[in-house]
């Protein structure tokens, strides 16, 4: 006999790919504001979840010079000890000193590693000229992969949009809009942008808490050109799930809006991605955002992006 499997309900079609478990954590936020997840992954072993080429791109500048200059030291070491395995004598014009020759030798690795050859001290046995022919070849690959590296991550098209602190539920028009500032915070060109803005919310089902999801239609959800700052508003109506919802609802139903950009970088021709999120402590009530253009100056509209943040009270 035959069995039929039961039908997804549109809440369940619309988990966005966090599943039902994370889905029903109250106290978990959904999404960071820096567009990261609140999820680790455990139970993997070390070398199925190493992606070493990921985590050097993606790593911050400080950290990935840190770890070229660690590893350039650690590797030059390595050569001088191996310099000294190969015997008194092996390196010619070098001291019997140990402290002294370890150095020396160690200096005689960074010339041969990095090929600059300044002809102090020269191998005079096969010992240490198999060792040479080694760092030679391991230096030219270090070197070929380390300028690989740099060019990836100077290359690698990201968006840094930058969000407002916070959101606004505010009198628009002739109703209340929710709405949240962005801007781009890079001097370069970002084109076709668009966003796309979810609810979801605890609603008590069967006296069970479940979570919603709700996609919040924008008054406009894309725009062409993205110069100076775009106010995203979703207009609260009839048709909106926070019509009629109180500040103390939205808190108590421990809600979050999530948001997704996607735009075309005008640099590299390719799409870039931006996430972040509100939650309902974060969207000030009965506020505007405040006026950030500051005027014309040489025939150029100026942005005051110290007062992005600036929320004003109405009424």
Not at 136 to 150: H, P, W
Not at 230 to 237: A, K, L, Q, R
């Amino acid at each position: 006999m035959s069995t039929v499997s039961p039908a997804y309900s549109p809440e369940e079609l619309r988990d966005l790919g966090f599943g039902s478990v994370i889905s029903q954590q109250q106290e978990i936020r959904l999404l960071n504001r820096d567009g990261s997840f609140n999820v680790a992954r455990e139970g993997l072993g070390f070398w199925t979840t190493l992606s070493s080429y990921h985590a050097l791109l993606t790593m911050s500048w400080p950290k990935f010079i840190s770890l070229i200059t660690v590893a350039y030291l650690v590797v030059n070491g390595l050569f001088a000890v191996a310099y000294m395995l190969c015997g008194q004598g092996a390196l010619e014009n070098t001291t019997t000193h140990q402290s002294a020759r370890f150095l020396e030798e160690y200096f005689f690795s960074v010339h041969t590693f990095a090929t600059i050859g300044y002809g102090y001290i020269v191998p005079t046995n096969l010992a240490a000229n198999i060792v040479v022919t080694i760092e030679s070849l391991v230096g030219l690959l270090g070197f070929a992969l380390a300028t690989g590296l740099i060019f990836a991550r100077f290359s690698r098209p990201t968006a840094q949009i930058v969000y407002s602190e916070s959101a606004v539920i505010a009198p628009y028009r002739d109703k209340t809009a929710f709405q949240f500032r962005i801007t781009n915070g890079r001097n370069n060109q970002l084109i076709e942008v668009g966003a796309e803005v979810l609810l979801t919310r605890f609603e008590m089902v069967d006296g069970k808490p479940i979570r919603r999801y709700y996609p919040l239609r924008l008054e406009r959800s894309k725009v062409v050109f993205f110069p100076l700052t775009w106010t995203v508003v979703h207009p609260i109506d009839e048709s909106s799930p926070l019509n009629g919802m109180t500040e103390m609802e939205l808190v108590a139903s421990n809600a979050e809006f999530l948001i997704l950009l996607k735009g075309i970088d005008e640099t590299f021709s390719q799409t870039v991605h931006s996430r972040s999120s509100y939650r309902a402590s974060e969207v000030v009530w009965n506020a505007k955002f405040g006026n950030v253009f500051s005027g014309m100056q040489q025939k150029l509209l100026t942005v005051d992006m110290g007062r992005f943040n600036e929320v004003e009270k109405v009424g």
